[in-house]
C-alpha cells in the first residue's frame, strides 16, 4: 500500500508495451497507484511510467519480486511462463487474470479443448505432430488448404500459416518439429470478414460488454477497426457478446478479455482469445464512455466497472505501421494539420518498417468516411504517398 | 532533443500540479518527450510522470536549468517571477507563453490597462493604495460593495474580497499595504452568471476556440462547469470567443488562454485571464475531440491545433473538494458504482477540507441531470451525505 494513502491500491503490471503505456494514462485518471516491469527504460509503457521496474518480464525472480511490491499484478502480454505464474501464484502473489485463466490464452490447444467443453462455436480443429497427421485432417474435412498454428508463442500473424498443399504444410511440420513447438490445424474458415468483441469481468463477476467490431486484417496484422461491425445482424452481434460472457465466466477470466471471431453465413466461430487489453478495442479510448484500459483496471482492482457505452455512432481505429523513413515527425505534423479530428496515439517506438508504432481513431457518423480519413492518415505517416 | 528520435522535441512543465499531471497523461497520446519540474515527489504530476526533475519552480537557478534541459518550457501555474522569467529568456530558453505575455496574467493592474487599450469589455477599476481611494471609487460609481483584488499572487477566490462598506476596506487594505501587495478595486458587476472561454493558439497564430461554459461558483471556487452554457444567445457567445481570440493575439500568448466572464444584460465583461490549462476546460477531457491538455501541448510545441469540437450535446465537469474525512477511497468506489457514465479524475492528493483532489465529468444531451449526477457524486465523495 502507498505511503499517503494507505486505502489506494497499488497495481502493478508485467511488460512495458504499448498496451501498458495506455493502461497508465488511464491508471492517471484513476488515481491508482500504477507500475510496469519493463525489460527496458525505452520501453514504451516505461519511458512515460511514473513508477518502472526494469527486470525480466517473463522470469521467475523479477515477476515474483514484483508482485510481492504490488497487491494486484496485471500482464500486457500472455509471455510469461505458466511455471513462473504457478510459483507466484503458491508465494501469495495476486494475479488477474490468474494462471488458471491466462493458460487458456497461454495455449491454442487448451484453449480449442475448453472451447469445444463448452460448446463454443469453433473450426474443426486438431492437434498434429506429422505430415500424414495435416494430410488426414484436410482430407477428411473440405481439403486444402488448411491453417497450421502453433500452440504457443505467437501472435500478429507469427505462428499461423495457411498451407495451400502438403509441401508447405511439410514445411511448417518439420520446423515447428526442430523447435520442438506443438502444432495444431484448424480448417480454413470461410468468412465474410473478422469480428472482435471486448469483455471486462472483475473478480466479484461484473461484466461489461462493448459492441462487436470489425477488424480489417492484412497479412495477419490487424489494419483497422470499425465499432460497431457496420451492418451486423442483431442476432450474431448478441450471439457474439454472449459467448465472450460465456468464455469469461466458464474460464474465470479477470481483466478485459478480448475474442476474435470469423463471421460467416450460419454465425460467429471463435478464432483467439487474449486476456489483457487488446488492439481491436483501441477504439474505446475515444469511442466509449470507459476505455479498455481503464475497465482493465477497474477489473483487476475490483472496482466497480465502468459504462461501455459508446459516444458516437462509429468509431474508426487504424493501426499506424512503421514505414522505410525512421524520421517520423515532420509526417506526423502532417497527419494532424490535414484532420484535425483525427486522435493520434502515438507509442514512442523507434520506427522500424511494419512495426505497430502507434495509431489514430476518428468518430463520428459515417464509418466509410472515417474508415478514409483514419486510412489516409495511417498511409501518409508510413510514407505510402513517397 | 531525445537519443532516440531527435525529431521529437522535450517539453518541460513548470510546477507538479494536477494541470501538469492532465497535461502529461495528454502527452502520453502525442509522444511527445514531457518532463515536469516538481517541488516534491509527491506532487500531484510527480506521482505519475515518467521524467521529473525536482527543484523550486520558481526560483532562476532550478528553472533555467530546466529550460537549458529542453526545447520549450511552459507553466501549470503563473506563480514564476518575472525576473526570473526574463532572465530565463534572456539565456536563451523558450518560454510559452513568453514573459511578455504572462505578466499580463500575473498581474491584475497590468491586465486591467491591456484590456482598456483593447476596448475590452471591463468592470470599471482603478488602482488603490488608501481608503480614500476606495471610497472615493464607491462614490463616485454605483457605490459600495465593491471588490478589492490584490493585484498579485491571487487565485481561487484568494486575493480577492468583496467589501460591503468604508470598514470592511480598510481591514483590507491596511492588510495590504503591511503586505506591500498593490491593490485595485472594481466596481461589484451586477452580473446574471459566470462565463469561461477557452482559446488556444500556436506560434504560427492559428487558433481554435471553444464553446463557451457556465462556470458555477461558491464561496469564490469554481464548483461546476456545464458545457456549452446554457441558453446563452448567439451573439453574447461569438463575442465572448472573439474576446479570447483578440486577447490571445493582442497579449501574443501561446498555449491555452482561458478568459473568465462576467454574463450582464448588455453582454459579457471581462473578469480574469490565465494562460495555462485551467478548471473552467477540464470538461474537454471528455466532452471535446481534443482537450484543452493536448492542444495546451500541440500549441507550445508549435503543431497544427486539433478541433475543439464537442463531442456531445452538453458535459457537465463538478469539482470534488476534499471533506473532513482523509480516506477516500471507499466512497470513491461506491461514486463508481452509483453511475457506471461518471468519469472519475482523481489527482493524488492528499484530502483536506475544501481541497481539489479531483474532477468528475459526465456527457449526454440533458445538463440538468448530468448536472445533478456530477453534484451528487462530488457531494458523496466529500461526505455531504453523513
Request: aromatic fraction near 6%; proline fraction near 5%; hydrophobic fraction near 40%.
Amino acid at each position: 500500500m502507498s505511503e499517503r494513502n494507505r486505502t489506494v491500491p497499488r497495481v502493478g503490471m508485467v511488460g512495458g508495451g504499448q498496451l501498458s503505456r495506455m493502461t497508465h494514462q488511464a491508471g492517471i485518471g484513476l488515481g491508482v497507484d500504477f507500475s510496469v516491469l519493463a525489460t527496458s527504460p525505452t520501453d514504451s509503457a516505461a519511458l512515460v511510467c511514473g513508477s518502472v521496474t526494469l527486470g525480466d518480464d517473463r522470469g521467475l525472480d523479477d515477476v515474483l519480486a514484483f508482485a510481492k511490491a504490488h497487491d494486484v499484478v496485471t500482464f500486457d502480454h500472455e509471455h510469461v511462463p505458466e511455471p513462473v505464474l504457478r510459483a507466484v501464484e503458491e508465494a501469495g502473489g495476486l494475479l488477474r487474470p490468474g494462471r488458471a485463466a491466462l493458460r487458456f490464452a497461454q495455449d491454442k490447444l487448451r484453449m480449442r479443448t475448453r472451447m469445444a467443453e463448452l460448446g463454443a462455436p469453433s473450426p474443426r480443429w486438431r492437434a498434429v505432430t506429422t505430415l500424414e497427421h495435416v494430410a488426414d485432417f484436410a482430407r477428411e474435412g473440405g481439403g486444402w488448404p488448411v491453417v497450421l498454428k502453433a500452440a504457443r508463442g505467437g501472435y500478429d500473424g507469427k505462428g499461423v500459416w495457411v498451407v495451400a498443399d502438403a509441401d508447405q504444410a511439410r514445411e511448417v511440420v518439420d520446423r515447428a518439429a526442430a523447435e520442438e513447438v506443438p502444432l495444431l490445424v484448424e480448417d480454413k474458415v470461410a468468412f465474410s470478414r473478422e469480428l472482435a468483441v471486448q469483455v471486462a469481468r472483475s473478480p466479484h463477476g461484473q461484466v461489461a460488454v462493448y459492441p462487436v467490431v470489425e477488424t480489417v486484417q492484412r497479412d495477419g496484422i490487424c489494419h483497422e477497426v470499425i465499432a460497431p461491425a457496420p451492418g451486423l445482424a442483431e442476432d450474431k452481434a448478441v450471439r457474439a457478446q454472449q459467448l465472450a460472457i460465456e468464455i469469461a465466466q466458464a474460464l474465470d477470466v479477470t481483466g478485459v478479455l478480448a475474442v476474435e471471431l470469423f463471421e460467416t453465413a450460419d454465425g460467429v466461430v471463435v478464432n483467439e482469445l487474449a486476456m489483457r487489453p487488446h488492439n481491436s478495442g483501441h477504439w474505446t479510448i475515444e469511442g466509449a464512455r470507459t476505455s479498455q484500459f481503464e475497465q482493465h483496471l477497474r477489473a483487476v482492482l475490483n472496482l466497480p466497472l465502468g459504462s461501455p457505452r459508446t459516444n458516437a455512432p462509429y468509431t474508426v481505429m487504424a493501426n499506424l505501421l512503421g514505414g522505410r523513413d525512421p524520421e517520423v515527425y515532420r509526417r506526423y505534423l502532417h497527419v494532424m494539420a490535414r484532420d484535425p479530428e483525427v486522435k493520434v496515439h502515438f507509442y514512442g517506438k523507434d520506427v522500424r518498417p511494419g512495426r505497430k508504432i502507434g495509431h489514430v481513431t476518428v468518430t463520428g457518423e459515417d464509418y466509410q468516411d472515417l474508415l478514409e480519413r483514419a486510412r489516409d492518415a495511417a498511409a501518409y505517416l508510413r510514407g505510402d504517398d513517397q
